[in-house]
């Protein structure tokens, strides 16, 4: 009886050292897929800013079943934590999260799981290792809610706030190295009152693709977040002539 008892003990003594007190486990899962793709699963009224509806159900459900083909899927888009300088620049908290990479069977989902502090926000980056496509073109984020369609927009300068907001990259690379971005500029725009909200890095080089950092505002209870990146190749002002027809806009 005494051995059994001290063997609990020792049990409970190990899972309160592997999550903190008053931590809740949280985790996220994120895909890319192309424009087309996303675009086959919308219903008409979905296109508006934080749309819902049973076409991006239907997609979430698709992507959760891994029935969507992955000849659609950017698997170079993977989701990432981001070192404590850049979480505590974004406004959040460092964490030790694990993750399981998608592209085994039918699974597409990036997932990561972590602990965290309710309150407290998390910081993840994705960096594509390809060139194309390069253009972040919309989102669909799922936080305490359903899945929801958004644009990214600028920082609004009216007082409104967007769930998806676009800066150039290399001005986020500065803040980043300040220490700013969330003091500054992310908390007055950045819209997290579903739970997640997405910051675009527009990347200065038109050639290159965007960098997306997503914020996570941690609920009270364990919550499941999703991301779904929605990407296109960036429409450029001029393309060079060549042996077809030039195109000039």
């Known amino acids: 009886m005494r051995q059994a008892w001290r063997f609990g003990l020792g049990l409970l003594t190990l899972l309160a050292i592997a999550r903190p007190a008053g931590a809740v486990e949280y985790r996220l899962q994120v895909v890319s897929i192309f424009q087309s793709t996303f675009a086959s699963f919308l219903k008409a009224g979905e296109l508006r800013d934080g749309a819902t509806g ?3 159900d239907r997609l979430e459900a698709s992507l959760d ?3 969507v083909a992955q000849g659609a899927v950017l698997f170079d888009r993977r989701v990432q934590p981001v070192a404590e300088g850049i979480a505590r620049a974004y406004g959040g ?3 030790l999260p694990t993750i399981k990479l998608a592209g085994g069977g039918s699974v597409v989902w990036d997932e990561v799981t972590w602990d965290g502090k309710p309150g ?4 993840w980056l994705l960096s594509p290792i390809l060139r194309n496509p390069q253009e972040l073109y919309n989102a669909a984020l799922k936080g305490t809610g359903p899945l929801r369609r958004f644009q990214p927009y600028t920082v609004p300068t009216n007082g409104t706030r967007a769930a998806v907001v676009t800066f150039p990259l290399n001005f986020l690379w500065a803040q980043e190295e300040r220490g ?3 003091d500054r500029y992310l908390s007055r725009g950045l819209d997290l009152t579903g739970g997640i909200g997405a910051v675009v890095g527009v990347n200065h080089s038109t050639l290159f693709p965007d960098q997306v950092h997503l ?3 941690q609920a009270e209870t364990p919550t499941t977040y999703k991301a779904v990146l929605v990407w296109r190749q ?4 001029r393309e060079a002539p060549g042996t077809d027809n030039p195109i000039v806009r």
């Open 54 to 56: 049973p076409g991006l």
């Open 65 to 67: 079943r891994g029935d």
């Open 93 to 95: 908290a460092p964490v």
């Open 120 to 123: 407290e926000r998390s910081v």
């Open 180 to 182: 700013t971005a969330w």
């Open 215 to 217: 914020v996570v505002s």
């Open 234 to 237: 960036r429409n450029l002002d």
